[in-house]
């Protein structure tokens, strides 16, 4: 840059940094300044809606963007909520959504949900009742599902509503049945072939296995290295939480290998969400409409390379005290009588846990709240000229406006995330928890599967991993995204940076490393982990990890949602109803056969408003908008760059993730990898760059595929 350039340059970032000046910040304004979550509640209107502070060493979080609102009246560290319809949230001036997002986005979905869903359900859901009678019910709600006449709250609705939001929000076009909702992809193939529901391939322990490699969670499934499995909590605070999952529950299911042979061979996983919600169970089972178990569930690797469960172990603390550990019980597979439908009950219950888990850690915490402080300091240290700034923006394109818009109607008190997953009020409290064993580096693809155990480390691999499942679609597909972004990242720094020395002495690229752990992810500034940011390798790893996590991190785990867990059986959000008991009335529901069983399935999962609500948020957020701007893509790219070396580069990069798409649709059309389709004929898409599609047709809506630049939905 011409030495005359570089005041301006400095001025430019002075302006985007801010000063001492308290705020609220209009509209026009263009300041990145830091501050912890703060506006959750809204503790002038009384203790329930008081929430904690997220951000400090009580309750450590990732830093957002600072709006400057006053504080509230009656706590002076909290600061003061917009009017709930209000979605004018201030982000600096560059973050706001363009036009198109705005009104495919906000003009009617969202805002939609917000001003009639909630308030207007809320006033009359006690007063209709609260249950579906029957799988019918709930398939009624759908395009091409039965008709569901006897649904009262259905009937409500559609009386309340205006139809111009029904139009925005839950149906697709149907003008004659308004709340018709487009059919999820889990339950697209049998609803086409009219098969019983009873008979539908989501109910499947073939499914059910198979989304832990290939569903909208598939982050979570670690192998087993020890058995029983073994609790880090606390024995001094809680006592022996040692899994109660012996060898007599699973011997005889392992193929004729013994448990110990089973793990030495690495064929035993675990889907672990006992230790993460034991400590919140009896504050979270006070709350009105749960009945939640910690679960543990213990799935073997078939010959095949498919996945089977073995056991479900749910886990209530213990009447006496957390100190005493906890009320254990073992569930193994049954198909038939009461036995299939206990089974069938258990597999639920631990959903219900990995569906929270989804929606709070891997989806919310580990994608959005994680990246905003990176495109925070990154705007207030690396000016619009620096290399890296040009790298990583397009990566945080639309992540503050989203994340604000969260805070307003989705994570806040009282909002439509407290109401429709369990953990309720103690949700990002929670989360929080998390983020303390949050690593940078574990962000990593190749380092979060060697982690969890699924890979080992393999030099030989372009990848540096070679994976323990060789047919885990997530993983499969990541990899070679991940590869791509790292090999793209690696030749645009070349481009810039011949040696090590370069990193040390440029100036705002140290600024920029120094801010992100001090100030943006500043209640973790003394881990050791941080990278030093002293050659180019570690800047290169650190952006690639950062866009990793921005594209297709965030769309494994949000375009999925609607696919998978719109029909809610699915991937319920909640348990209402401990598991019958024999001798009690539920249980002798479970006798009397499939129709009596179905409903005491319902009547135990997430219920029918929260169903309704549920589903209608995530099909708008698993919608791509018509804006989008996909991996291996330029919203404006003669804009982006005029550097010819990082031009061809980029250019590369996109050739390379469209052989990656026609990779995968080569994999999904392979009957060996069972993994890929499953019993619901559903092909895993969600790691599908959509690079090729230049002109936006194939990619607008609900399409389960295309990574996006950013977190930006």
């Known amino acids: 840059m011409p030495a005359a350039l570089v005041p301006y340059r400095q001025d430019e970032l002075k302006i985007l940094r801010g000063d001492d000046t308290p705020g609220p910040y209009k509209e026009h304004d263009r300041v990145y300044r830091y501050d912890y979550y703060n506006d959750l509640g809204d503790p002038d209107k009384g203790e329930d809606n008081a929430r904690p502070?997220?951000?400090?060493?009580?309750?450590?979080?990732?830093?957002?963007?600072?709006?400057?609102?006053?504080?509230?009246?009656?706590?002076?560290?909290?600061?003061?909520?917009?009017?709930?319809?209000?979605?004018?949230i201030y982000v600096p001036r560059d973050e706001r959504f363009g036009h198109l997002k705005m009104s495919d986005f906000l003009g009617y979905s969202l805002k939609a949900i917000v001003e009639a869903v909630l308030p207007t359900l809320g006033t009359f859901v006690d007063d209709t009742p609260k249950e579906f009678d029957s799988f019918e019910d709930i398939l009624g709600l759908y395009e091409l599902g039965p008709e569901a006449p006897n649904n009262?709250?259905?009937?409500?609705?559609?009386?309340?509503?205006?139809s111009e939001f029904l139009r925005s929000i839950l149906p697709n076009g149907s003008h004659d049945h308004p709340l018709k909702m487009p059919l999820p992809n889990i339950i697209k193939s049998d609803v086409l072939k009219k098969a019983p529901e009873f008979k539908f391939g989501w109910r499947t322990d073939e499914e059910f296995a198979r989304e832990t490699l290939a569903g909208v969670n598939p982050v979570i499934i670690k192998r087993l290295t020890e058995f029983p499995a073994k609790s880090t909590l606390d024995p001094s605070q809680y006592g022996d939480h040692t899994s109660k999952i012996t060898e007599a529950h699973i011997q005889h299911n392992l193929e004729g290998l013994s448990v110990q042979n089973a793990l030495k061979n690495n064929r035993l996983f675990i889907l672990d969400h006992h230790d993460s919600f034991m400590p919140y169970l009896n504050k979270i089972?006070?709350?009105?409409?749960?009945?939640?178990?910690?679960?543990?569930?213990?799935?073997?690797?078939?010959?095949?390379?498919?996945?089977?469960?073995?056991a479900i172990e749910l886990s209530l603390p213990h009447p006496d005290g957390l100190q005493h550990g906890a009320v254990s019980k073992v569930y193994t597979p049954a198909h038939t009588g009461v036995e299939g439908h206990i089974w069938q009950l258990a597999k639920a219950y631990a959903c219900v846990n990995d569906s929270a888990w989804h929606q709070l850690i891997s989806h919310w915490l580990n994608t959005h709240a994680v990246i905003e402080p990176f495109a925070i300091a990154t705007?207030?240290?690396?000016?619009?000229?620096?290399?890296?700034?040009?790298?990583?923006?397009?990566?945080?394109?639309?992540?503050?406006?989203?994340?604000?818009?969260?805070?307003?109607?989705?994570?806040?008190?009282?909002?439509?995330?407290?109401?429709?997953?369990?953990p309720g009020k103690y949700a990002l409290e929670m989360s929080s928890d998390v983020y303390k064993s949050w690593n940078f580096n574990e962000q990593a693809l190749p380092a979060d599967l060697v982690k969890r155990g699924v890979a080992v480390p393999d030099q030989s691999s372009p990848y540096g991993v070679r994976l323990l499942i060789k047919d885990y679609p997530y993983a499969v597909d990541g990899l070679v995204i991940w590869w791509a972004i790292e090999r793209w990242v690696k030749e645009y720094l070349d481009v810039y940076y011949s040696n090590d020395g370069e990193v040390q002495r440029d100036v705002e690229l140290q600024a920029w490393w120094k801010e992100v752990r001090e100030e943006a992810h500043g209640d973790l500034k003394d881990r050791d982990w941080w990278p030093r940011m002293d050659t180019v390798q570690q800047l290169a790893r650190s952006c690639t990890t950062i866009i990793w996590v921005a594209s297709a991190l965030h769309a494994a785990v949000n375009f999925g949602q609607y696919p998978y867990a719109g029909y809610l059986p699915n991937r319920p959000t909640v348990s209402r109803r401990p598991m019958p008991e024999p001798g009690s009335d539920e249980y002798k529901k479970l006798e009397a056969g499939q129709k009596e069983a179905d409903k005491v399935f319902i009547r135990t999962i997430t219920s029918q408003f929260q169903t309704i609500l549920g589903i209608s948020l995530i099909e708008i957020l698993s919608k791509h908008s018509s804006d989008e701007v996909y991996l291996g893509q330029r919203d404006e790219p003669e804009r982006w760059t005029s550097d010819a070396k990082a031009l061809d580069a980029f250019k590369r990069f996109g050739s390379r993730l469209v052989e990656i798409e026609n990779r995968i649709k080569t994999m999904n059309d392979n009957p060996t990898l069972k993994n890929r389709k499953?019993?619901?004929?559903?092909?895993?898409?969600?790691?599908?760059?959509?690079?090729?599609?230049?002109?936006?047709?194939?990619?607008?809506?609900?399409?389960?595929?295309g990574i996006p630049n950013s977190i930006s939905i």
């Open 285 to 310: 089972n006070k709350l009105e409409g749960n009945f939640i178990y910690a679960s543990r569930t213990l799935l073997f690797l078939k010959d095949d390379g498919t996945l089977k469960p073995l």
């Open 678 to 705: 499953g019993p619901v004929e559903m092909p895993y898409m969600l790691l599908y760059p959509n690079t090729s599609d230049v002109t936006g047709e194939k990619g607008e809506g609900l399409t389960a595929m």
């Open 152 to 162: 009262p709250l259905v009937a409500e609705v559609r009386k309340r509503i205006p």
């Open 53 to 88: 502070i997220l951000g400090g060493s009580q309750h450590p979080y990732p830093r957002r963007c600072r709006t400057g609102r006053h504080p509230t009246e009656k706590d002076p560290n909290s600061e003061s909520r917009l009017f709930l319809l209000n979605l004018n």
């Open 379 to 422: 705007n207030r240290q690396l000016s619009v000229v620096h290399p890296v700034h040009k790298l990583l923006s397009p990566h945080y394109r639309d992540t503050l406006n989203i994340n604000a818009l969260a805070r307003q109607t989705l994570i806040n008190a009282g909002g439509i995330f407290e109401r429709t997953v369990f």
